[in-house]
């Protein structure tokens, strides 16, 4: 396999578990008033990190 064909592969292999992170992170913080504020506020970095992560992805 040559490296176009791999990073390709990674791509696909990244954008999976990463799109499933993002949904629950988002998911959890709909219901954000009723999470205790340290939490709201790690979710909220996880979620950004997770949109930094995938336009990464896309720009690769």
Request: no cysteine; charged share 30%; glycine share 2%.
């Amino acid at each position: 396999m040559d490296a176009p064909d791999r990073l390709a592969q990674m791509r696909h292999d990244l954008a999976n578990p990463l799109s499933a992170l993002l949904a629950e992170a988002q998911l959890l913080l709909m219901d954000g008033d009723n999470l205790p504020p340290e939490v709201r506020t790690s979710l909220k970095e996880i979620e950004l990190m997770a949109i930094r992560m995938r336009t990464i992805l896309r720009e690769v």
